[in-house]
């Protein structure tokens, strides 16, 4: 093959291309379809780099190696050297008139499971090594690296460290249990105690470990030192739930502000999330009108309807005195003291506010152990923010900085002391009023992208009996 430049196909289709026109280009990428006759070849080519393919034009007069062409189906992939050309076609502003074709990989049209009819995402999830290649989830991928991308270029603009708080933990940061042991021992020989218990001091870490539930405990180390910093990484629950709305292993961000109380962590949450959204609209729009088209007609208004609107604040014990008002029959009843379930949450704001919720000041015993108390000595000031379709989205808190205070709740818990004597020292030395959020990566993805499940937003989502690929 002739040495050509290569370029995306986003840059011939989006950039100003014009520049190249009538000169000769290379691109490489995956045959998305082709059709044509005897005479002349239509192949619809795509690497990857935006939504649209590019129309490759093969007049097949031209090529004489028969078996090359035959074998250009569906799912292969090419490198194609060409002219690019104005197209007269419906659809699209260039096409390259192809001169030269390397054929890299073929795809048997008999086996190649992305034949061109639509799948449903069900059958998708099972092929999730080749899902990237649709539209769908070409998409969702894209728009999940932009997110990424737009979520350290807020921490960064604004004066937040990214701090790497680890994966492999000896504590229980959520005080919720659900967790996934690391160990090294030999299952089928277990070093016992003489109590009877394992023997976690012959262990790898010499004590017992798990995946980490939330980088919050580390997190506040560093705030308590750096002032304000964000982490963003992988965190591991495993209860068992089977919901659209819960993986095993999520990606999540979790700012912590020294000097910030309740009000500044509101205030973080919901400037955050409408700057992400923005970016959004800015930077994936072919991307978000492709989902919008397909999935979620209301999706862009909905994206609008964040950034436009301040979010309503109130207190769970205002938001309970609307739900039992409501007159409506909840699947879980509603009392003071219950914890609000996704119903509840998104009663409140697709029916009462019509716009994003903050709820605050949550009864303790439903909350963590980290979250400080308010004066009633009942709640804790805590702040759920709820968005439409997927109820909470962010969990935070004011944290509890007085050491006796945080120090009684530990050992009301049942926490053992040992396991956080390191937190707790934080509030022996130079203690400070300060705050943080977690704001799940995935469930904002779901909102984002107007997809029904959490587990289309991931490449390759972790769930209970489900860790293939
Ligand atoms: O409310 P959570 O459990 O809060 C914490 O972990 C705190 N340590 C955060 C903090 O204050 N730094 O989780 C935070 C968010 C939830 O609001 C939700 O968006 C998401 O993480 N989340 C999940 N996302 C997907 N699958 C799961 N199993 C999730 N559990 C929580
Ligand atoms: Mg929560």
């Known amino acids: 093959m002739k040495q050509i430049k290569r370029h995306r196909v986003y840059d011939l289709l989006k950039k100003d291309s014009g520049h190249l026109i009538n000169k000769e280009v290379n691109v490489k990428g995956w045959v998305r379809t082709r059709r044509g006759s005897k005479h002349v070849a239509f192949i619809a080519l795509n690497d990857g ?11 097949v007069k031209s090529f004489d190696n028969d078996d090359l062409l035959k074998n250009i189906t569906t799912g292969s992939c090419i490198s194609v050297n060409g002219k690019l050309v104005e197209s007269h076609g419906k659809g699209q502003a260039v096409e390259i008139q192809a001169f030269e074709i390397e054929l890299y990989g073929t795809a048997d049209p008999d086996v190649y499971p992305l034949q061109k009819k639509g799948h449903t995402l069900e059958f998708l999830r099972e092929i999730a090594h080749l899902r990237p290649r649709t539209n769908t989830f070409g998409a969702i991928f894209r728009i999940r690296h932009a997110l990424s991308f737009a979520i350290h270029k807020y921490f960064n603009e604004n004066g937040f460290y ?24 030999d ?69 912590e502000m020294a000097f910030y109380d309740i009000r500044d962590n509101m205030d973080l949450a919901e ?25 979620d007609n209301e999706l862009v208004d909905r994206l609008r309807m964040v950034i436009d609107n301040t979010f309503e ?9 609307i739900l039992e008002q409501s007159g409506q029959s909840f699947e879980f009843p509603v009392k003071w003291g219950v914890d609000l379930q996704s119903e509840h949450e998104r009663y409140l704001v697709e029916k009462e506010f019509n716009k994003p919720v903050i709820l605050t000041d949550y009864p303790r ?21 709820l968005f439409p379709k997927i109820g909470e989205i ?6 509890e900085e007085n050491y006796e205070k945080l120090h009684g709740r530990i050992s009301e818990m049942k926490i053992e002391e040992e396991d956080v004597w390191w937190y707790l020292e934080t509030r022996k030395f130079g203690t400070a009023p300060h705050s943080g959020f977690g704001l799940g990566f995935e469930r904002l993805m779901l909102f984002v992208t107007g997809m029904g499940n959490i587990r289309d937003v991931i490449p390759f989502p972790r769930a209970p009996q489900n860790a293939e690929f």
């Open 313 to 321: 604040r109130l207190t769970y014990t205002e938001a309970v005195e």
């Open 187 to 255: 299952m089928r020989n277990v070093p016992m105690t003489e109590e009877g218990r394992v023997d976690y001091t012959k262990d790898f870490f010499g004590k017992e470990t798990n995946l980490t539930v939330s980088g919050q405990l580390e997190g506040e180390l560093g705030a308590l030192a750096l002032s304000n910093i964000y982490t963003f990484g992988p965190t591991f629950r495993a209860e068992n739930s089977n919901t659209s709305r819960h993986l095993s292993e999520f990606w999540m961000i979790e700012p």
């Open 271 to 295: 400037s955050f999330l409408k700057y992400l959204i923005r970016y959004l609209l800015e930077h994936c729009d072919d991307d978000l009108a492709f989902l919008q088209k397909m999935y």
């Open 49 to 59: 780099s935006i939504i649209h393919n590019i129309q490759v034009v093969i007049d």
């Open 162 to 185: 990214y701090l790497h708080t680890p994966i492999i933990t000896g504590s229980d940061a959520e005080g919720a249990g659900a967790m996934f042991r690391v160990t090294t021992l």
């Open 365 to 385: 015993e439903i909350k963590a152990f980290y979250m400080k108390m308010n004066d009633d000595g009942k709640t804790v000031r805590a702040m759920d923010v």
């Open 394 to 399: 962010v969990g935070g808190s004011q944290r």
